[in-house]
């Protein structure tokens, strides 16, 4: 009985959306390494896609609109990964870290 209970509630799934937001948001705010950054980012991009596709299963079944702005945020999310690595790696090869209070060089 309480498992169709929070499998089928908006609340459920809106919460945990904004818990995945949160936590993303406290990860940008508070790791210094531009890797835990880069997941806190991934966090962020998560949790809107979980909201879009539980706003489109319980407000708006019949139309795909959720399921298509979660694909396009999961094709961002992989472009901006492969990209964000890139530029980190070579940040790494420069600078020998990847701690961004360390890249005070950057800012001249």
Do not use: H, Q, W
């Not at 079944?61 to 890139?86: H, K, Q």
């Amino acid at each position: 009985m309480i498992e169709g209970f929070l499998s089928n509630n908006l609340n459920t799934y809106l919460f945990v959306g904004l818990f995945l937001l949160s936590c993303g948001i406290l990860g940008v705010i508070y790791r210094r390494t531009l890797i835990a950054m880069l997941i806190s980012i991934e966090l962020i991009m998560n949790g809107a896609g979980l909201n879009f596709v539980a706003f489109n299963r319980f407000i708006s079944p019949e139309g795909p609109d959720g399921m298509i702005f979660t694909l396009f945020i999961m094709g961002l999310a992989a472009a901006e990964a492969a990209i964000a690595l890139a530029i980190i790696i070579l940040i790494f090869r420069k600078y020998r870290s990847i701690e961004s209070a360390e890249m005070e060089e950057m800012k001249d």
